[in-house]
């Protein structure tokens, strides 16, 4: 698990923390925006508390035309969300569980957290306890009278992967997987007790329950509507067929209708359950755009409903019988790339749009522009005042960003193959292009950029890097270092090649040595002081999957996906030494830098850390 895998460098970095020629420092969190990958959320009044995968956003839903973002709290994870008076409780996926003050909705602060086992997921509270689902742990069960001194009590352990709770009386019910639903008898705390269950026949996502029923979203088998007359021997007494994948349910007016969302682009079905043997459906909600639904919320006159990949959307249920899909709050769906110049950083991924970031205090981001017709942005480079986009799905891209606040697209560059990685230095752009290989490009004249050369190689080049007269090229789909001559940039010439252990995904040279992010296999050091027959100096295995290098000094930063970003030190010649580690909220698989600060494109984010 990525804890435990971090425990484990807690103790090596320890160790180089304690040797005078390795003094490491500590890299720190500073600022992240651009949040995306929304979990859960909760509406009070006029509010709308929700769970990103960052932390909590706090926003004013007074008008549903023109909601605005009060405020937001780092938590470095996200999951289930609940609300009691003037406090939040997250459970951050595997970064623990929160209490959040909230009294102050512009300056929400941490009142305290507790370090829990497994990725925490949804979470219910009845009495003075929360319940929190944590997959393959099981559910934890924790003390919350005091929210300052919050006691994790027990653990009830589960067959499978548990998602999701519900608590009725004395009872729990919980939503395990391919185990289905349990029941458990919870009237003494310090000892549960398995009192039923009931093996449904697709995956338990989510539950809740309404008089003598409970309602389980069971993916690909759609709802299942289950009698607990008799806990000890629930039964199945009626399916909601799939309309995609059942992935949350929710039961509002006072246990009259049920909502529920499905992902895989099903939307969101409100039914009429006053028989809930014959589920009468009243309609279905779609937007023409996103419908990954993940979770819902409401309250007497809407349904807010979570598109993890999207943010939210909001159904006017006025009149039940004819609901009314009125607004989507948007987010950015990933953020996968990063470029740094002059005050600023661009941003982009898929279907997020091109991003400018005042980045003036790293403490303190801030949105300045945005161009948003963009599909899937996949890397950036800049030159001047133009930044060159790679789009898989289209054209090269040229933005004029000389006036930061207005990006503008001021052309395209249509060239063999999907582009894929841009590197820029000095008059020249390096381009990978999938299927096809890389391109050099002469940008003199940056807003009308012209191929001077290519070579076909066919496959996934996946990163690129120059020094001198070589190009250096990763290969993903071959696990391959290709070296290029390119002192003819209109005819450049395969030099040499080395095959990586695993899934070469990028590159970065420094002195004799080539640094390749090898997907799983990680870091590999390979000299290249004979660019005819490159061989192997060094490699340093990581827990993660490697997918982009940096290289500042005698520093190199290392991406790592889903465990966050790793410093090494290099000035040891290809041999890396793992000084510091920074586990981000996502997954981390873009780099840049500038002075003391670290930009990560780290999927759900745009995340700053000083170095």
Known sequence: MKKGIFLLFGIIILVFISSPTFPASKMTYKDSVLWTHIYDMKVENNFAYCSFENGLVIYNVSDIKNIKEISKLYLGGGGGISKINQTVF???????????????????????????????????????????????????????????????????????????????????????????????????????????????????MDVTVSADYVYVADEASGVQVIGIKNPSAPVIAATIPPLSSSRAVLIHDGGKYLTVANHFEGGAQIFDISNPLAPKLLATCKHQMYNDLWNLTANSNYIYVVDKFSSFRIIDITDISKPNPIDLYFTPYSITCVAVQKGYAYAAGDLSGFNVIDISNPASLSLKGQFTEIRRGHSIALKDNIAFMSDRWANFGIFDVSNPSNPVK?????????????????????????????HILDIKDPKNPVILGSFQIGGYAYGIAVKGQYVFLAKSDTGKLAIFDIQNPSAPVLKGSIKTPGSAYGVAVSGDFAYVADGDKGLQVIDI????????????????????????????????????????????????????????????????????YLYIADTYSLLVIQK
């Open 90 to 204: 997250i459970a951050a996926g595997d970064h623990g569980f929160f209490a959040v003050d909230v009294s102050n909705l512009t300056k929400p602060a941490i009142k305290s957290s507790i370090a829990i086992d497994g990725v925490c997921g949804k979470m219910v509270i009845s009495g003075q306890t929360a319940f929190v689902s944590a997959a393959d742990v099981g559910v934890h069960l924790i003390d919350i009278h005091n929210p300052s001194k919050m006691i994790k009590t027990r653990t009830i352990d589960t067959p499978d992967l548990v998602s999701s709770v519900s608590v009725k009386n004395d009872l729990l019910y919980a939503a395990d997987g391919e185990t289905g639903l349990l029941v458990f008898d919870i009237s003494n705390l310090k000892n549960p007790k398995l009192v039923g269950t009931c093996d449904t026949p697709g995956t338990a």
């Open 410 to 438: 001021t052309g395209t560059l249509s060239v063999p193959g999907s582009s894929r990685k841009i590197i820029t230095n000095g008059d020249k752009a390096y381009l990978t292009a999938d299927n096809y290989g890389f």
């Open 529 to 596: 002081r004979n660019p005819s027959a490159p061989v192997f100096a060094g490699n340093y295995d990581t827990p993660g999957f490697a997918s982009d290098v940096l290289i500042d000094g005698v520093t190199l930063y290392l991406a790592d996906e889903k465990a966050g970003v790793l410093k090494f030190d290099i000035n040891q010649s290809g041999k890396p030494v793992l000084v510091d580690s920074f586990n981000t909220p996502g997954e981390a698989v873009n780099l840049a830098v500038s002075g003391q």
